[in-house]
């Protein structure tokens, strides 16, 4: 496969340039300028060509759950990768440890499957060691934080759980994050009413993300900034960024920008089942969701999610005026990076794999490659 004409990405230099890109055996192996090949070449003329789309936080789309201890992904995975997203980690919601195994043990049988669409790189639990008291719309339950669990959580994963949320004032919380850093899994402050002394012991302790930040924490304010004060101003914390103009705000989109920069921030999709299925009601957990306009809530009508892609997250960092060379750190680079295959994917460099969007300056997308096969 030859991807010719196009104004591509350079993974190295962070430039698009126009030139031609060879795809052998699912990888990129050339790229260079006036490139030939005897199979069959795609011409991005006046395209962009950029690495594909991977969501490190999302619960499922088209109907699928992905915290279901028995789901297909097949449907999710081709919708993604329609979508521009080629690899994801299925997020599990705050669920009882043995509900959350149970998810843990799907996903590893779901990720050795192969289908045409995106590849399931990796797990996040969202949860269930989460603040009572900033839940959102879950229901975590009422159970001690302990490092046995983590341990146990990262075991039951075989290598695949790469993010866990815990809030930092919950006891024991500090054991756990150790823990979990130990395990080789990201730990996440998110869902927490932490002080800003709490959130950064818990970043000392080697907390290094942000679960959508903003949403699910204690509010800022200028006397005591708690947790939103230590994620938004330790280089050490990468946030993760929803960007559907419904959890975030413009403003408030920018200023996470002009305070961590690209490569401190993770664009994320947050969605549920619903996201690719319209408005209309739907049950999660056991509970209704309602889905009007776009937008998810309860019944109570606190958001419960987003219902949108990373496109669509995308695109609207592009209206703002985020340069498109830098939305691709924050949506492909950054969680390559947070699920350990950046040395795979998350950029276009020769020996990776042919993960690839080809769209037009305002990501309109005209074809999407996974590990060089055209969706």
């Given at each position: 496969?030859?991807?010719k004409n196009g104004l591509v990405l350079n993974g190295k230099t962070r430039r698009f340039e126009q030139?031609?890109?060879?795809?052998?055996?699912?990888?990129?192996?050339?790229?260079?300028?006036?490139?030939?090949?005897?199979?069959?070449?795609?011409?991005?003329?006046?395209?962009k060509v950029i690495a594909g789309f991977i969501d490190t936080h999302i619960h499922g789309c088209v109907g699928v759950e992905f915290a279901s201890p028995d789901e297909d992904f097949t449907k999710a995975r081709q919708w993604?990768?329609?979508?521009?997203?080629?690899?994801?980690?299925?997020?599990?919601?705050?669920?009882?440890?043995?509900?959350?195994?149970?998810?843990?043990?799907?996903?590893?049988?779901?990720?050795?499957?192969?289908?045409?669409?995106?590849?399931?790189?990796?797990?996040?639990?969202?949860?269930?060691?989460?603040?009572?008291?900033?839940?959102?719309?879950m229901t975590p339950p009422d159970?001690?934080?302990?490092?046995?669990?983590?341990?146990?959580?990262?075991?039951?994963?075989?290598?695949?759980?790469?993010?866990?949320?815990i809030a930092p004032e919950r006891e024991n919380a500090l054991d756990a994050i150790k823990t979990a850093v130990e395990c080789g899994v990201n730990a996440s402050i998110g869902h927490t009413d932490a002080t800003y002394s709490q959130a950064i012991n818990a970043v000392d302790a080697g907390a290094t993300r942000a679960t959508h930040v903003f949403n699910a924490m204690r509010p800022f304010s200028h006397r005591e900034t708690g947790v939103l004060?230590?994620?938004?101003?330790?280089?050490?914390?990468?946030?993760?960024?929803?960007?559907?103009?419904?959890?975030?705000?413009?403003?408030?989109i920018r200023i996470v920008y002009l305070l961590?920069?690209?490569?401190?921030?993770?664009?994320?999709?947050?969605?549920?089942?619903?996201?690719?299925?319209?408005?209309?009601?739907?049950?999660?957990?056991?509970?209704?969701?309602?889905?009007?306009?776009?937008?998810?809530?309860?019944?109570e009508g606190r958001i419960a999610g987003s219902c949108v892609s990373m496109l669509a997250g995308a695109k609207n960092l592009l209206r703002l005026g985020v340069p498109l060379n830098e939305i691709s750190?924050?949506?492909?680079?950054?969680?390559?990076?947070?699920?350990?295959?950046?040395?795979?994917?998350?950029?276009?460099?020769?020996?990776?794999?042919?993960?690839?969007?080809?769209?037009?300056?305002?990501?309109?997308?005209?074809?999407?490659?996974v590990k060089g096969k055209r969706i």
């Open positions: 496969m030859l991807i030139t031609d890109m060879l795809i052998k055996n699912g990888v990129i192996e050339e790229i260079g300028e006036n490139l030939s090949c005897d199979s069959e070449a795609f011409d991005a003329e006046g395209m993604l990768a329609s979508e521009g997203t080629t690899s994801f980690a299925a997020t599990v919601r705050a669920m009882p440890p043995e509900e959350v195994i149970a998810a843990e043990v799907n996903i590893l049988r779901e990720s050795k499957r192969e289908v045409l669409g995106a590849s399931v790189a990796g797990i996040n639990l969202e949860g269930p060691f989460v603040s009572l008291q900033k839940s959102g719309v159970i001690e934080c302990n490092s046995q669990a983590v341990r146990l959580f990262a075991e039951k994963a075989s290598g695949l759980l790469k993010i866990i949320t004060g230590a994620v938004l101003t330790d280089k050490r914390i990468n946030c993760e960024m929803i960007c559907d103009l419904v959890h975030l705000d413009e403003a408030t961590k920069g690209c490569e401190n921030i993770t664009l994320v999709s947050d969605t549920g089942f619903m996201s690719g299925l319209g408005d209309g009601e739907y049950i999660v957990g056991g509970r209704k969701r309602i889905v009007k306009d776009g937008v998810c809530r309860n019944l750190v924050m949506a492909s680079l950054n969680p390559a990076k947070a699920l350990g295959i950046s040395d795979k994917t998350g950029s276009l460099e020769i020996g990776k794999q042919a993960d690839i969007i080809v769209c037009d300056d305002e990501l309109n997308i005209s074809a999407v490659f």
